[in-house]
Structure formats: structure tokens, C-alpha cells
T-cell receptor, first 114, second 115 residues
């Protein structure tokens, strides 16, 4: 059975500092990996995804994540955060088992301070 | 393209009452999901539909929760009777099936408070 572990429940960081949000997963089959973001009082929206090919994927707002198969990790990074990046970030794993079943981690609350 | 629509956005009920949530997925999306998101936790899958058939309902508390997706389009999630621990945001999501990459598109959610 697939599972997702987000190692940090909260990450406070100062504006313009780098950040890494950690995610580990387990699955017995090939998976797709996602990071979703949830801004206050909004629904979840896709930030970036790994399907195949290059193990480094990027979002339009400067986030990147690297798929590491040997460590079963998909950590999210940004070299310089902004106040507007304050949100909850969810790592998710999807495996194709008669229709994609997507499991989410518990989330990491990123709080960017001025 | 219209997104996933959910209603109501907010609902407050007393325990043992019933409540129903409605979801209309993105047009053409064959797969529909209901997730429960308790405050401070990640979304937990309750039920997954493929067209109008159930793919996975292993985590749906069937003694009190029910869901249907008649005609393979919109869906209703019902809770009867509600308990205090059902207080949560109920998220509906949809995705393509054929050629799908598993990406989910979420509605804004229905926030339930049980008093």
C-alpha cells in the first residue's frame, strides 16, 4: 500500500531565505508524484508534478522538486521565498490501480516572516 | 473552462442531524473523488468514482456516510447521523481517466461544523 510522509509539520523561514520541504513515500509500483499548495481559505491546487523523464521538475513560481528513486523522496525546494509563499504544502503520490488513487501527506505549513 | 463546483461552502449542524454536499466535476472528467480534510491534517480519501461506478470506498464510514454519482457526472455525499468528529472540510476533486496522469483538480471545499 502506498503512503506519504511529510517530515515537517511547520517550517518558519525569513523572507528571501531558502527552504526545503521534505517528503518521503512508499509504494510497490511505479508512481506519479505531486506537490499541491493550499493558500488560506482556498482549495488545493497543483504546484508541480513528476511523471517520468527528468528527475528535477519546476513550477512557474520558482519552486522545484527532485525525484530520488533510491531514497523514495520528492523534496520541495525554493532558493528564495516570498511572503506570498505562506501556505500549506501537500505531497501526494498517485499510482494507477484501476483508476488513479492519490494519497496525501499530512502537510507542511510554510510560514514566511518579514 | 469551469472548475470543480461544490456546495454549500459552509454548513453548521448539530450532532445526529444529516447533511448533504454536492459536487459538479470538470466537464469530461471521468474520475471523481471525495476527500475529508480535518483541521491540521492532509486530505483523506473517502470514496473514488470512475464514471458512475465505485473504484474505492475502503475508508468511507458506511454506517453514516453515503455517496452517489448518478449518470456519471455530479455527485452527492451524505452524512447521517453526523458526529462531532465529522467536523472537517469535504473536498471534491476530479481527474481525466484516458491518458490521465493522475492530476487532481479540486473544488473550494465544503466546511462542515458539527455542534
Amino acid at each position: 500500500a502506498q503512503s506519504v510522509t511529510q517530515l515537517d509539520s511547520q517550517v518558519p523561514v525569513f523572507e528571501e531565505a531558502p527552504v526545503e520541504l521534505r517528503c518521503n513515500y512508499s509504494s510497490s509500483v511505479s508512481v506519479y508524484l505531486f506537490w499541491y499548495v493550499q493558500y488560506p481559505n482556498q482549495g488545493l491546487q497543483l504546484l508541480l508534478k513528476y511523471l517520468s523523464g527528468s528527475t528535477l521538475v519546476e513550477s512557474i513560481n520558482g519552486f522545484e522538486a527532485e525525484f530520488n528513486k533510491s531514497q523514495t523522496s520528492f523534496h520541495l525546494r525554493k532558493p528564495s521565498v516570498h511572503i506570498s509563499d505562506t501556505a500549506e504544502y501537500f505531497c501526494a503520490v498517485s499510482e494507477n490501480s484501476g483508476g488513479f488513487k492519490t494519497i496525501f501527506g499530512a502537510g507542511t505549513r510554510l510560514f514566511v516572516k518579514a | 473552462e469551469a472548475g470543480v463546483a461544490q456546495s454549500p461552502r459552509y454548513k453548521i449542524i448539530e450532532k445526529r442531524q444529516s447533511v448533504a454536499f454536492w459536487c459538479n466535476p470538470i466537464s469530461g472528467h471521468a474520475t471523481l473523488y471525495w476527500y475529508q480534510q480535518i483541521l491540521g491534517q492532509g486530505p483523506k480519501l473517502l470514496i473514488q468514482f470512475q464514471n458512475n461506478g465505485v473504484v474505492d470506498d475502503s475508508q468511507l464510514p458506511k454506517d453514516r456516510f453515503s455517496a452517489e454519482r448518478l449518470k456519471g457526472v455530479d455527485s452527492t455525499l451524505k452524512i447521517q447521523p453526523a458526529k462531532l468528529e465529522d467536523s472537517a472540510v469535504y473536498l471534491c476533486a476530479s481527474s481525466l481517466m484516458t491518458g490521465s496522469t493522475g492530476e487532481l483538480f479540486f473544488g473550494e471545499g465544503s466546511r462542515l461544523t458539527v455542534l
